[in-house]
């Protein structure tokens, strides 16, 4: 019995061992579930600390970015513009540049140009080449019938007047209202007068039919004009004035009577020689020029 007794003795206080280590089990249990309530608590205001943190730095960090973002924008902005003012400055520069290649061409231009006409000017006025090519143009009538050197006009044949007025009317005159007819044209007798005396100073005539070189100019006495062919043959001397002075209004013009040279007409270099060389006085005023005389030059090469 006793040591029953004893055993249930034991087996109590083990329950109550048992039942107080249940309750501080449970105690502890209550604080751990506390402990963990404030610790949830805790870490839920740590996360959300933590995310107002994140969500704070997100936004300074997206401010930066922005602010970076802006001052790169201005820059590229800046630099654009830059770019933009050199490109037109550059443009400027070489339209500048070039309308002042372009001004100095012309100039340059111009200044060759001055220098030449001002050479020939020069050259003009002391060969009187103007004045040499006027007399030439119009003795060349005159030329072409080669006639004999004499000291008066009276004591020119009317056959050597005819010829040159006819030559004249030829080569320079107005023939659009003369009559025609196939290969034909004819001059009234008055035309020749008029053409003899613009050369010669004289037009009293005693008109008749002249030949010369080939060529025949038939005088009709009915019709009183003289028949021509409508593009007579010419071969014979043309003038190369190489010589004027004057004295007041009359003129000493010396004459080299040159062939035609095929080398001439295709514009090949070639030595002039002329055939012959004659002298004429001229008198020109403001009313016009006519033939005083023919003389002989000072050499006649045949």
């Known amino acids: 019995m006793g040591k029953l007794k004893s055993k249930k003795e034991k087996l109590e206080k083990g329950k109550e061992s048992n039942l107080e280590l249940l309750e501080k089990t449970e105690e502890i249990g209550d604080s751990l579930e506390a402990i963990g309530t404030i610790g949830g608590a805790l870490k839920e205001d740590v996360s959300k600390t933590k995310i107002a943190d994140e969500n704070e730095i997100n936004e300074v960090f997206e401010l930066e970015v922005s602010e970076e973002s802006s001052v790169e924008i201005s820059s590229e902005l800046t630099l654009s513009d830059e770019k933009s003012k050199t490109k037109s400055v550059r443009k400027i520069r070489y339209f500048y540049v070039c309308i002042a290649a372009i001004m100095l061409f012309f100039a340059i231009i111009g200044a060759v140009n001055s220098t030449i006409f001002v050479t020939q000017r020069v050259d003009d006025i002391i060969n009187r080449r103007a004045l040499k090519e006027e007399f030439a143009f119009f003795i060349y009538p005159v030329v072409i019938n080669d006639p004999p050197a004499f000291e008066s006009v009276a004591n020119l044949q009317d056959m050597t007047i005819i010829l040159s007025a006819i030559w004249q009317i030829i080569l ?91 080398l001439a007409i295709a514009g090949i270099d070639h030595v002039h020689e002329p055939i012959k060389t004659m002298i004429y006085t001229i008198s020109r005023n403001r009313e016009g020029m006519t033939i005083q005389s023919i003389q002989i030059g000072e050499f006649e090469q045949w």
């Open 172 to 262: 320079i005159g107005d023939k659009t209202h003369f009559e025609t007819d196939i290969g034909v044209i004819y001059i009234p007798a008055t035309a020749v007068e008029a053409a003899a005396r613009s050369l010669f100073g004289t037009g009293n005539l005693n008109h008749q039919s002249v030949f010369a070189r080939g060529t025949d100019f038939i005088f009709s006495a009915q019709n009183n004009n003289y028949q021509i062919p409508e593009n007579p043959p010419l071969f014979s001397y043309s003038p190369l004035v190489t010589e004027v002075t004057n004295v007041g209004e009359t003129y000493t013009v010396t004459v080299d009577y040159m062939l035609p040279n095929p």
